[in-house]
């Protein structure tokens, strides 16, 4: 006999186990060979090994299902636990190239040349480091690495930062509390877990800091193990926080930095981090860098052209 635990990464266990248990004992009926016992986010399986790998196959579909339809029913219970392989089968196909199922049923994928390569590079790099100007969903492709790897259990939390240099890291003087002074900076990157997480469960994971939000300064002196780290607008990072940064990688976790080295706002007597580890990091194996541009921008297609625009002014 084999064991097995599943943790359900939903709002509230409810939507799958339905009214009254009504979805659950559905499951059971399906899986009689089974010991089926569920208690909140948790579902422990008791059972043959082959039973429970099969059930694992097809809960995992009813669960991106659920992502991407915000529901299920009876039927659907029926149609992915039963007896019939082909939701398997279909199941391996839609979810190829989708990063993470968000809310109301969005299927965030990458969308350009160059967000893929992210994708494709991040499994085979433990640091990756994508530079290009703003819109080109770095950041965006960034977090939703990142929200696939916590639902994955590839790692236990996501840890997100960007250096708040418009206070030149020093808030003291801001109104309000510690929250309230950095959410300001760190608005883009809510905005997007926001996008690939039930409210709920989104809320909840700040609360136990499975995310944590936080700005450059607060990395010092850490060691980040078990992490997916995204630092963000890295090119306001300065070389000994660049530095500081990366040296805080510890056991089985993975790095990403962002930036845009054309929008650098540093004082003049500061050097961008990310120009310097342009030029120090290429070759080292396990760092990768992939470069964005106009192409890849996904928003108002003005944004590509106006890119492009002052690309040839800085060029003359």
Do not use: W
């Amino acid at each position: 006999m084999s064991e097995s635990i599943l943790q359900l990464d939903i709002g509230s266990p409810l939507d799958i186990y339905g009214p009254a248990d009504k979805y659950l004992n559905e499951i059971k009926e399906l899986f009689p060979k089974l010991k089926i016992i569920a208690r909140g986010e948790l579902i422990k399986l008791i059972g043959e090994e082959k039973d429970i790998k099969n059930f694992e196959k097809r809960f995992d579909l009813l669960l991106i299902h659920f992502d991407k339809f915000g529901k299920i029913n009876e039927d659907i219970v029926r149609q992915i636990m039963g007896e019939d392989d082909s939701p398997l089968k279909n199941g391996k196909e839609i979810g190829n190239d989708v990063l993470v199922y968000g809310r109301h049923g969005k299927l965030i994928k990458a969308l350009t040349v160059n967000q893929k390569r992210m994708v494709e590079s991040c499994p085979k790099n433990d640091l990756v480091i994508a530079i290009g100007p703003a819109g080109t969903g770095k950041t965006y492709t960034a977090v939703a690495l990142a929200v696939q790897a916590l639902k994955n259990k590839q790692v236990k939390k996501i840890i997100l930062t960007r250096p708040a240099i418009e206070a030149g890291e020093s808030l003291g003087f801001l109104p309000g509390d510690m929250k309230e002074k950095l959410d300001p900076y760190l608005q883009p990157l809510y905005d997007a877990l926001r996008d690939m997480l039930p409210t709920q469960k989104f809320l909840s994971y700040l609360e136990n800091e499975t995310i944590e939000v936080a700005p450059l300064a607060f990395m010092r002196g850490r060691t980040l193990s078990n992490a997916f780290a995204i630092l963000d607008e890295a090119q306001n990072a300065s070389q000994s926080q660049l530095k500081m940064f990366l040296t805080r990688m510890g056991k089985s976790s993975k790095f990403i930095v962002t930036g845009d080295i054309t929008q650098i706002d540093l004082p003049r007597k500061k050097q961008s981090g990310l120009l310097q580890a342009q030029n120090i990091l290429k070759g080292i194996k396990g760092i990768d860098f992939i470069y964005l541009d106009s192409r890849d921008v996904v928003r108002h297609k003005l944004v590509s052209n106006i890119i492009d625009a002052y690309n040839k002014n800085e060029e003359k």
